[in-house]
């Protein structure tokens, strides 16, 4: 009961903290559709106007805090934003007047146990305050009678979803299947043949044998569809050449970065703090007793990452910078003074003074600042550049006329090389059509591109000639799996009848109870879905990318009972319940909300809609 106090608490000061943001957002009760006061009914319970604003502003807000940017209404209703949300309102009603319909709600006395429990309406004694009460609802709109009502519902629909949430439980049947299908092992025997296992080599592949695999797969030599782009790009690098950095700007570079480029000799400490100095002696006793620094870090409920000072200089470790920085590497001194208090010091690395003058940091400043310079030359253009877009100039002008160098590509979606290795230029090709102008894009190294599509290339074979080395590969490929998969056909009934592979001259690996989830080197992709298909003596041959593997399996096991497979259980069992009663719960819903009947009013909807800017 307690448990359920808590929610319903945290729900009434939800609802007062979104009544709150949506007064500051100028959503008063008058201001939004004047004498409108609903949207419509679910079944006997009307939708405020208050309410759907409410959650649609929030919802509004959460996508422009996630993305960053300003969100107008018009945008949100492209997104469907506006429709999930009264979707959401009107399924929260019809659990209202499903309540009301079946008689549940709360008494008097429960009500004002749960009010009394809020924070928000408690005064500085920690006491329920009246008037505070009755003054924090005024200021939100809101009658005391309204947030009660709202409150009573909160309830019960709460009690509505427990007692369904709560009540669906798996079947054992179905969670002891799933953790035998996952925990299951197999144990098998394997071997890996390639072009070096074969009895003779593969012939030579005339043209008439190649054109016939081309044509026989030709699927596989079947070119995606392919973006014929027009690009004008500028890079920094382009540019690097025509920045000069004077020696005035270097030096202020180096000064900034005075503390990475001159550092004093340094120490890799941890630090072990007492509340006391004699807190510290018994530390040291136990260490002298033999104990290790790690258990004292232990016996204190710490890890050994939270006593990690990192790199220190004499300085920051004050009055025990001496003596920690007289001790050999791995040794503990102490107890010490510290900031915190007495503390035990262990000394794990000696880091060396490091000096990097002027003149040698200029070979790496100069690139850095040249670098960014160039950025910014970059960034000074982009305007221009767009404006000649905006005024009808093509790529070719562009280039002509400025610092941008033309270039074309034919892309697909496999691409990713030269100007394809941006995801920016990646992004843009993918949208891009026949009908859009080029535009001004910024790349990831702070780069410029436009581009242009001129044509969209269906998928089509690739020719033939252009094929070539690829459908000899590929023929080589076929043919040696073939030729491997032939030459061991007659050693396969040995194998099923339980013949070692090594009397059979075949070099094999024997793995023991592996899982459907682990990997074998070596082997061709799903492969241990396959051997999980096979019965105990079967033998496959799988192709295996000119090779063959040939697997046998010897053995099954059911999946261990130990503290692994009882965590396994655990989890599916609570993974599958909250599944299926979340199912449950939404087929309740859908029907609750279709026999509400929703009934709602466009043009209010719309004077609602008519206040978010």
Not at 51 to 60: D, G
Not at 419 to 443: C, G, K
Not at 598 to 604: D, K, M
């Amino acid at each position: 009961m307690a448990k359920g106090s808590s929610s319903i608490s945290k729900t009434a000061v939800w609802i007062l903290m979104g009544l709150l943001i949506l007064g500051l957002g100028g959503f008063g009760a008058t201001s939004l559709t004047g004498n409108i006061r609903t949207i419509g009914t679910v079944g006997d319970m009307p939708v405020s106007v208050e309410s759907y604003a409410r959650q649609l502003q929030q919802e509004m807000q959460a996508v422009q805090q996630q993305t960053g940017q300003v969100l107008p209404f018009a945008q949100a209703q492209q997104i469907g934003l506006d429709r999930a949300v009264l979707q959401r309102v009107i399924a929260t009603r019809a659990l209202d007047h499903e309540a009301a319909q079946i008689g549940l709600s709360i008494g008097d006395s429960n009500l004002r146990d749960r009010i009394l429990e809020i924070p928000a309406f408690r005064g500085v004694d920690g006491e329920f305050d009246r008037e505070g009460y009755r003054f924090s609802l005024e200021q939100n709109g809101i009658t005391e009678a309204q947030f009660e009502t709202q409150l009573r519902e909160e309830v019960a629909r709460t009690l509505i979803q427990g007692a369904i949430l709560n009540g669906v439980v798996m079947p054992d049947a179905y969670v002891d299947t799933l953790v035998n299908f996952v925990g299951a092992q197999r144990s098998f025997t394997w071997t890996r043949l390639d072009e070096a296992d074969l009895a003779t080599p593969i012939a030579t592949p005339d043209d008439a044998t190649l054109r016939a695999h081309y044509d026989e797969n030709i699927n596989i030599f079947t070119l995606p569809e392919t973006k014929q782009i027009t690009y004008a790009v500028l890079i920094p690098d382009a540019l690097i050449d025509e920045v000069e950095v004077a020696e005035a700007d270097l030096r202020e570079a180096y000064a900034l970065r005075e503390l990475e480029f001159n550092q004093p000799e340094r120490r890799l400490v941890e630090r072990l703090v007492y509340i006391d100095a004699a807190a510290a002696e018994a530390g040291k006793a136990a260490l002298e007793a033999g104990d290790s620094f790690e258990s004292l870090v232990e016996s204190r409920g710490l890890e050994l990452a939270d006593v990690d000072l990192g790199d220190v200089t004499q300085a920051e470790l004050a009055e025990a910078g001496d003596e920690v920085f007289a001790a050999e590497v791995g040794e503990i001194v102490g107890p010490l003074p510290s900031t915190l208090g007495p503390a035990l010091f262990r000394m794990n690395a000696v880091l060396p003074a490091q000096f990097v003058s002027f003149e040698e940091a200029q070979d790496i400043l100069r690139p850095e600042l040249a670098a960014d310079r160039a950025r910014r030359l970059v960034e000074a253009q982009a305007e221009n550049l767009d404006d000649l877009l905006a005024g009808g100039a093509t790529l070719e002008e562009l280039a002509a006329d400025s610092d941008m160098v033309l270039g074309s590509i034919d892309w697909t979606t496999q691409s990713t090389d030269d100007i394809a290795a941006y995801e920016a230029f990646r992004s843009a090709a993918a949208s891009v059509t026949l009908e859009d102008f080029p535009e001004i894009e910024q790349l990831d190294d702070g780069g410029l591109i436009a581009l242009r599509l001129d044509a969209v290339l269906p998928p089509r074979p690739e020719p033939f000639d252009a094929a070539r080395d690829d459908v000899l590969t590929h023929w080589q490929a076929a043919e040696v799996e073939a030729q491997l998969t032939a030459q061991v056909e007659a050693q396969l009934p040995q194998l099923r009848e339980g013949v070692d592979f090594a009397e059979l001259g075949l070099d094999s690996v024997r793995e023991e109870n592996l899982l459907r989830s682990d990997f074998v080197g070596g082997t061709p992709p799903g492969f241990m879905s396959d051997v999980f298909d096979l019965n105990v003596g079967d033998v496959s041959v799988l192709p295996a990318d000119a090779a063959v593997v040939i697997v046998r399996l010897d053995a099954t096991a059911d999946p261990e009972e130990n503290e692994d497979t009882a965590a396994l259980r655990a989890q599916l069992e609570q993974q599958a319940g909250q599944a299926l009663a979340q199912d449950v719960y939404n087929i309740f819903n859908t029907d609750v909300t279709l026999r509400a009947n929703a009934q709602i009013n466009p043009q209010a909807l719309q004077a609602v809609h008519v206040n978010f800017p």
